[in-house]
């Protein structure tokens, strides 16, 4: 075969979103606007929530909903050590303490036993990761908020109502994703989504958080809070602010700047109307994958089962009794022909970042395991039956 090029996770943008961009680009509008208010609508109405913020990341978004939460100092928020660094960094940013899990064996997903042992009088939340689109067990999570009630301690308004610790998902993998019928964000009760170039619905850069509706919140309070903290503080936006004579407004707190803009949206609404034709080509390139590596000595992520459809957002391979240097090899091999492929993830423990913090992998085992054996193959819209074929002999021949 000749030596072709299959990039690893490029964005699949068509001329629905071009138009919609350049419709955008002349209506005079292109910041926070318009486009902006109406994807948080469709986003809200695919997911299945009441309301949807969209902000410049994902990242953004994690840290906006502990502040909403009112996490901080003083506070402890558990997580995973098998993710990418912003799940874990958002809580250093708001000043609580990261408290640091390990997976299950031969599992991507969180040890539940050790998020339980984990949970003390400072504990205000546990943010898990649907890695690769999969969505985790938040049952599991719930039963343990509710079980260990009588510890917590709740510092603001919202935290008295909710009246246990936050589980909040982690989700930039897993827009569309479902489980028992109910999608990605309408689950936990707060999650952020990533539109980063990457991943399967793209904004270029940005992100939306959602939530479960709490009793004795009110929705349009907290979307308020949102937008106050993501535009500086700032009583009134851009919008409110062209209504005639009424440039006057209030700073309520020296907040952030994290905003989408209705550039991003346009490509965001073009992509959401596309969505389930997306996330239909992913399923049937990971049946090919799957089919294909059946009687090959690896073991890929289960994206499909009779109660979950995963988002089919990464191909996670782990090449069964190889070393981290040998799946380097293979993944230098692939290379060599044209294959991009990649690891997911280095665990948090391995990064100079989280070395600092004290972290040491000695104490994930199970995170360690699941790394140094992993390569994750290209799964995206853009790749062709051919190119899907292609990757297909070419990781055979290099395995």
Known sequence: MENRHIAFSPP????????????????????????????????AEYIGTSKVVCLNSATACAEMILRVLGIGEGDEVITTAYTYTATASVIAHVGAKIVMVDVNQDSYQMNMNQVEAAVTEKTKAIIMVDLGGRICDYTRAFEIAEEKKSMFHPKSEIQKKMGRIAIMADGAHAMGAVQNGKRCGAIADFTSFS????????????????????EGVDNEALYKQFMLLSLHGQSKDALAKTQLGAWEYDIVAPYFKCNMTDIMAALGLAQLRRYPELLKRR?????????????????VLEHYTETEQSSGHLYLVRVNGKTREECNQIIEKMAEKGIATNVHFKPLPLLTAYKDLGFDIQNYPNAYHMFENEITLPLHTKLSDEDVEYIITSFKECL
């Open 12 to 43: 699949d943008i068509t001329e629905e979103e071009i138009t919609e961009v350049v419709d955008t680009l002349k209506s005079g509008w292109i910041t926070t606007g318009p486009k902006t208010k109406k994807f948080e609508k469709k986003l």
């Open 195 to 214: 539109f980063h170039a990457v991943k399967n619905l793209t904004t270029a850069e940005g992100g939306a958080a959602t939530w479960r509706d709490i």
């Open 283 to 299: 399923r049937t390139i990971i049946e090919r994958y799957n089919e294909a590596f059946k009687n090959e000595n690896v073991t």
